[in-house]
């Protein structure tokens, strides 16, 4: 997310003061690098919370105020308020693809974020990718599962259909290959089209073709319940490190 924020021309790599735990990372030699995360608040304008959800408890810093920005699952508005000591907070969920610039993330505020806040929390998560404003903050707890898995799901679908084909004797190398293919080309076409996923599943399901029949075996094999589970699993997961249970108030 830092480099993101640099190769975005947010910011420069000086006026970043990044904290990490045991092993400098090897990247923006020319941040501010520390272990003092009270430091880090005490120097910063804007702070972004980037830990474990479980291990928010423990970062003990008060922010006076300032703006802060949470990119954890699952820890509210107010928990986040309390904890860092100010009433300008924004929950945001940006995800893996922030590192080459290609995440959605969704964002929600608390009311004393003033316009001044939005339009920089727009930048910042421009510099990752796409970004909306929601409306509600539970809305906000269902995007941990529809983007923040961000290339998690296309990863599952990608794995299950190289599997496959290595199954049937196809070299490992041209599966992956020829299975990266597909999804970078499927994401090209839905920038470049208004087509909704729908009218593309319902077109190649009326073609009656070879597409058409494995999209209908998938479909009898309830593969869109599979999808449903997998994010109501995800959303119960996020009110469970909201919950005293995941130990963040």
Not at 87 to 108: G, H, K
């Amino acid at each position: 997310m830092a480099q993101g924020l640099v190769d975005a021309g947010v910011a420069n790599p000086q006026d970043l003061i990044l904290s990490y735990r045991s092993r400098k990372p090897n990247i923006l030699p020319d941040a501010v690098w520390t272990l003092d995360n009270k430091l880090l608040a005490e120097e910063a304008a804007v702070v972004i919370v980037s830990v474990q959800p479980g291990d928010f408890p423990s970062v003990d810093i008060a922010i006076g105020g300032k703006l802060a920005i949470s990119v954890m699952a699952g820890i509210n508005l107010a928990a986040l308020s309390r904890h860092l000591g100010t009433d300008r907070v924004v929950r945001s969920l940006p995800n893996a693809a922030a590192e080459v610039r290609q995440s959605y993330t969704p964002w929600v505020a608390s009311p004393k974020v003033t316009d001044e806040d939005r339009a920089l929390l727009r930048r910042i998560a421009g510099a990752w990718g796409e970004a909306d404003e929601l409306r509600f903050e539970l809305d906000l707890d269902y995007f941990t599962g529809l983007t923040g898995s961000g290339p998690a799901f296309p990863a599952l679908l990608a794995r299950a259909m190289a599997r496959d084909a290595v199954a049937r004797g196809i070299d490992p190398a041209i599966a992956r290959k020829a299975v990266v293919a597909v999804l970078k080309g499927a994401g090209a076409l839905f920038e470049r089209t208004s087509d909704a996923p729908e009218d593309v599943v319902r077109r190649f399901v009326d073609y009656k073709g070879t597409t058409s029949a494995a999209l209908e075996a998938m479909i009898a094999g309830n593969f869109e319940r599979a999808v449903s589970n997998g994010l109501e699993a995800a959303l119960a997961r996020s009110y469970v490190l909201g919950s005293s249970e995941g130990k963040v108030d």
